[in-house]
């Protein structure tokens, strides 16, 4: 597991950088991973946990977008291959992935990405429109984006994630 | 609750002391299984309910009148204190008194189905019961493995277990690209796990089948290997696999992997033929209740593609089995020498092949020289049925479909097939009607099956068939004054009114000539006479194909010579 608090460094916009901790102001704490290159970030909120993903059921006649069903502390959890979702070539093979466990509409849910990042504290207001020419796909599941330093963190919309017609069976 | 008890129940140390109790409260819980449920009590030795107080609180709050208060016996005031915002405590402390406490109990539990109660003795304490349904159900499943993947089966469905190799006493033999398991002089249809679940193509021959049965039907999954039973927790599958209906939960075994189950009667669906019987009481609801019953003596066979398909014994003159190798092909269409004359053969559907060698399975249909094979795949069997038939959408060749032994079967349509090995059967083959003959039959019947059946019939007698259900519909044709050929009625049923459009025909002076023929089932004496009574010339038998055409043939004669 490597959530590693990350504190405002100079390249990211200050705000609110000296609020008591706890005490967020208008920033908020996004949870991020990657996808290939690509960095993504959830809202912490909605983020229950991260754990390693290993020993998958698969599901024969599920869309391809569900990896499967996996045990989490006695819970079984349906887990969404991201990628798949996103529409991201799946050169990973599949192993050591790591999952974001979350739910939506009262049901639990396992995200599985290539790496998890950093949680990232970003002020609501840098969130900017998705660029026009984003692709449609990820333009109806995502939130806006953060330009940062060195790269653009593209925030997700979960319940749109979950939504998605690719998990439809 | 244990809070709730603490703060109402128990008396504080001086109080208890006064009453010559033990200083220290005592709050016990106990939980036990009680049969489906588990019962769990909070039992306190506090000072119980102070009903007095539950009393006026209750109609300080308008729960109830004075006068009701006054018929509630104790234990009916004691659940007050289930009631939204009902507290009795003089003032709000940081365990309880809130007001939001019993009545969200309360809120909660009935919410999973559960049931709280309340007992006291003023004095000597206060007893809060629950009891919450076991509402996961465990069940004994069969572990079963199909390469890496394993999978349960709920125990209740798995008869036994039968080893299969090829060239052992148990092996599965394919038959047409379907698989079977000839298992006691039975013939066991299995489906391939694998093949089922779509991790290989390739059709299994060893391993273990696993023989289920759902209702009446019996059918083999064939799985790799069988690993041990376990008792499990159903999990509901995620809504986004509620689709997959193969499957009717997850469960995490005792090694912590998560496998699913598999649901017998989705697997029975796939399989096709196999129907559930409920589906088929749904179907036998859906069709109606004022259908005729008939209890009919039906074959059933198989068609082209697994269907199944029916049709009256009555109208099969024999069954056959031929040598595929006779067959002659002349100009696409197959004929056999049978009886010492040309036969030809018509396949039941489409996607019924006839093959150039091997036997071929046929049902013989013959009406006076002119005989004709109806290929199938399989006879499978004859029934002793009522039938009910769902006159459904209309394919060629089907009149409609009936639940026949448990399971969906298409009734086969003659009329449809008699052309295909003699183009002329139905219409050119008699003599034309003389000009100005009517070719119109009135047939009075209330049952479709039997309309369905007949129908083809008097077609088959070179008339075309009027249809009425009732005596209303028939007497109102019959009021036209247009001729008719013959008059059809079931004399019977006193449903199909068909003595009273006997009467009513009889009324009509264009109708003084009119051939009339009733039908029965089963002629009781009775019906017999009040038939001839009525001036009935024959009863039929209903099924009785040749007597019915040779009256309607006699009844175009008749009115040949008559024009």
Redesign the interface.
């Known amino acids: 597991m490597s959530i590693t608090r990350h504190t405002p460094s100079p390249d990211q916009p200050q705000h609110g950088g000296q609020a008591p901790a706890g005490d967020l102001g208008d920033e908020i704490e996004f949870v991020t991973f990657k996808l290939g290159e690509q960095l993504f970030g959830l809202p912490i909120q909605r983020v229950h946990e991260v754990f390693a993903a290993n020993?998958i059921?698969?599901?024969?006649?599920?869309?391809a977008a569900?990896s499967?069903?996996?045990?989490l502390r006695?819970r079984?959890v349906?887990a969404i291959c991201l990628r798949t979702l996103l529409r991201i070539d799946a050169d990973h093979d599949g192993s050591d992935r790591m999952a974001i466990g979350v739910e939506s509409?009262r049901?639990q849910f396992a995200l599985l990405v290539d790496k998890i990042g950093d949680v990232m504290r970003l002020p609501a207001s840098g969130l900017e429109p998705n660029p026009i020419h984003l692709d449609a796909a990820w333009g109806a599941l995502s939130e806006g984006v953060y330009r940062l330093e060195k790269t653009i963190l593209i925030i997700l919309k979960l319940d749109s994630l979950i939504a998605s017609e690719l998990?439809?069976? | 609750m244990v809070r709730n008890s603490a703060d109402h129940g128990i008396e504080t140390p001086q109080e208890r002391k006064l009453l010559g109790k033990p200083e220290t409260g005592r709050i016990r819980l106990t939980a036990a299984h009680e049969g489906g449920s588990i019962a769990i009590r909070i039992i306190d030795d506090g000072k119980g309910l102070d009903i007095a107080r539950i009393r006026r609180k209750a109609l300080a709050q308008n729960l109830a009148s004075a006068a009701e208060l006054e018929r509630m016996t104790e234990a009916q005031i004691a659940r007050f204190v289930f009631h939204p915002g009902f507290s009795t405590a003089e003032a709000v402390t940081s365990v309880s008194g809130r007001g939001v406490g019993m009545d969200v109990v309360k809120t909660n539990i009935d919410a999973i189905g559960g049931m709280v109660d309340i007992a006291f003795e003023p004095g000597k304490g206060t007893t809060f019961s629950v009891k919450i349904p076991l509402t996961l159900a465990i069940i004994s499943a069969l572990i079963v493995s199909v390469g890496e993947?394993r999978f349960a089966i709920p125990q209740a469905v798995v008869r036994e277990l039968v080893r299969v190799r090829p060239g052992s006493e148990h092996a599965v033999e394919i038959i047409n690209g379907a698989s079977v398991l000839r298992l006691r002089e039975r013939l066991l249809p299995v489906v391939g796990l694998a093949n089922?679940?779509?991790?290989s193509d390739a059709v299994a021959d060893s391993g273990f089948i696993v023989v289920t049965q759902i209702g009446k039907q019996q059918f083999g999954i064939l799985v790799g290997g069988v690993l041990h039973t376990e008792e499990i927790v159903v999990?509901p599958m995620?809504?986004?696999?509620?689709?997959?209906t193969?499957?009717s939960g997850?469960?995490?075994l005792g090694d912590?992997?998560?496998?699913?189950i598999l649901d017998p009667n989705g697997l029975a669906h796939a399989i096709g033929n196999l129907d559930l019987d409920e589906a088929n009481d749904e179907a036998a609801q859906a069709q109606g209740v004022g259908d005729a019953q008939e209890r009919q003596t039906i074959l059933v066979f198989k068609g082209g593609g697994g269907s199944l398909k029916a049709v009256p014994l009555s109208l099969v003159t024999r069954l056959e089995e031929i040598d595929a190798a006779a067959i002659e092909w002349t100009s696409g269409r197959a004929l056999v020498q049978y009886r010492g004359k040309l036969m030809p053969i018509v396949p039941a559907n489409d996607q019924l092949v006839i093959g150039r060698e091997g036997p071929l399975a046929m049902v013989i249909f013959s009406d006076g020289p002119r005989t004709m094979g109806l290929a199938v795949e399989s006879i499978v069997d004859i029934l002793d049925e009522t039938v009910k038939i769902e006159l459904g959408a209309r394919e060629p060749g089907v009149i409609g479909s009936a639940v026949l032994g448990g399971r969906a079967t298409e009734m086969i349509d003659l009329s449809h097939y008699l052309p295909q090995a003699y183009p002329d059967w139905l219409t050119g083959h008699r003599e034309a009607p003389a000009a100005g003959a009517t070719r119109e039959a009135l047939l009075v019947e209330s049952s479709p099956f039997i309309r369905e059946m007949l129908a083809p019939i008097i077609r088959a007698a070179g008339l075309v068939p009027i249809i009425a259900p009732d005596a209303e519909a028939a007497i109102a044709r019959l009021a036209t004054g247009r001729p008719l050929a013959a008059l059809i009625v079931d004399v019977e049923a006193e449903a199909s009114g068909g003595l009273k459009a006997v009467a009513a025909a009889r009324g009509v002076p264009e109708h003084a000539a009119l051939m009339m023929i009733g039908l029965a089932s089963a002629p009781h004496p009775d019906v017999l006479l009040a038939a001839h009574g009525a001036g009935l010339r024959d009863v039929i038998a209903k099924f009785d194909r040749h007597s019915l055409i040779a009256a309607l043939k006699g009844a175009q004669d008749a009115q040949q010579e008559a024009a």
């Open positions: 020993q059921t698969r599901v024969p006649m599920a869309p569900m499967g069903l996996l045990n006695g079984v349906t509409d049901e998990l439809a069976a | 993947q089922m679940m779509q991790t999990k995620s809504s986004k696999l509620k689709a997959l193969l499957f997850n469960t995490i912590g992997a998560v496998v699913l």
